[in-house]
């Protein structure tokens, strides 16, 4: 129900002055798990190639980034050379592990199966874990990879093949970083956060740009582009999801208005081109609040709904409130 005179499509969910519940800590770790394994690596990572030594996390410690639909299949990245035996470049690795049985299966790979020679991320998989998409460093994992940086790949775990998801209209490897992958239930669309230019032709934002993959087609389009007008000057996305179809994306966008900088949520539907400024809805006694940032935590399967949380600027106690958006009523 609508809050102190709040717009009927905006609910805020909960509000907490820095005493956030071990519940709602819980589902904010698990919301945020696909972009979060990128957080523990080194500010070089943008840098040079890192040598596998010093790309490693310790030995023993594992991030899982999403089950499949079924819950038999777990993503995981993890830096032990124990899990399987072809295991062998000391580096961080992506596994997918079938829980009914313990098997892990090795998926920052080669077409033929060989390790990468640099660390690899784990993003997301399919709904029935047939494909895997991931974040890598390796310089081996398909032909003249020659950026030294991360690019996005997709591994097809059936026909045993490693894509280039991050790669110019020619199939060539693109001239910047690119992370953070997601994929469709289905396995057909691979989202991902770039600072390359040569990824799409059309408008693009200054700073990170948000890609769209189609893997049957192998086309990648800019789904950062066609945004309201109303946002000021963009300077890139910071963060984006995308619902579990592929047709539709919520992205949190860097923008400045005069001397002003700000997190702006616009939800983007990728069929019809409609875009949707996400604007924010406090309760009235927060009226007037700086909003420091905000992040998109969920997204429902058709993308109507849209779940964020804001950063209260409260003084030293800080704050944050979760809230709900109904897109179609927006």
């Known amino acids: 129900m609508p809050r102190n005179g709040a717009a ?26 696909p972009w979060a394994p990128a957080q523990p690596l080194d500010p070089r990572s943008q840098g040079a190639p890192v040598p596998a030594p010093e790309a490693a996390l310790p030995p023993e410690l ?19 050379g124990r899990l399987v035996t072809d295991d062998l470049n000391g580096a961080l690795d992506v596994f997918l592990l079938e829980l009914t049985t313990g098997d892990f299966t090795l998926a920052s790979v080669r077409d033929a199966g060989s390790s990468g020679n ?6 997301a998989m399919s709904a029935d874990a047939s494909w895997v998409v991931f974040q890598s460093r390796a310089t081996n994992l398909v032909f003249n990879d020659t950026n030294g940086t991360w690019d996005v790949f997709a591994r097809d775990l059936k026909a045993g ?62 789904v950062s582009s066609g945004l309201p007008g109303s946002l000021g000057t963009v300077l890139g996305v910071s963060h984006g999801l995308m619902t579990s179809d592929g047709q539709a994306v919520a992205l949190v966008l860097s923008t400045v208005q005069g001397t002003v900088y700000r997190d702006e ?38 993308g109507r709904s849209v779940v964020f949380r804001s950063e209260l600027g409260l003084g030293s106690a800080g704050g944050y409130a979760l809230s709900w958006y109904g897109v179609e009523q927006a």
């Open 161 to 222: 093949a490693t894509l280039l998801v991050s790669a110019t209209a020619n199939g060539a490897v693109s001239q910047w970083l690119s992370t953070g992958p997601l994929i469709s239930a289905d396995g057909r669309y691979v989202l991902f956060r770039s600072w390359a230019r040569d990824l799409a032709s059309g408008p693009l934002l200054p700073r990170e740009n948000l890609y769209r993959h189609d893997l049957v087609e192998r086309r990648t389009e800019c």
């Open 118 to 123: 640099g660390a690899s991320i784990a993003g």
């Open 8 to 33: 009927p499509n905006a609910v805020v969910l909960g509000l907490d002055h820095m005493k956030i519940s071990t519940k709602l800590g819980l589902i904010l770790v698990v919301s945020l798990a």
């Open 62 to 80: 594992h991030y899982v980034s999403t089950f499949s639909a079924d819950g038999r299949w777990a993503l995981l990245t993890s830096a032990t």
């Open 265 to 302: 949520l616009v939800w983007r539907d990728l069929t019809t081109g409609r875009a949707a400024r996400l604007a924010e809805q406090l309760p009235a006694n927060l009226t007037g609040v700086p909003v420091n940032g905000r992040s998109v935590l969920a997204v429902c399967g058709k």
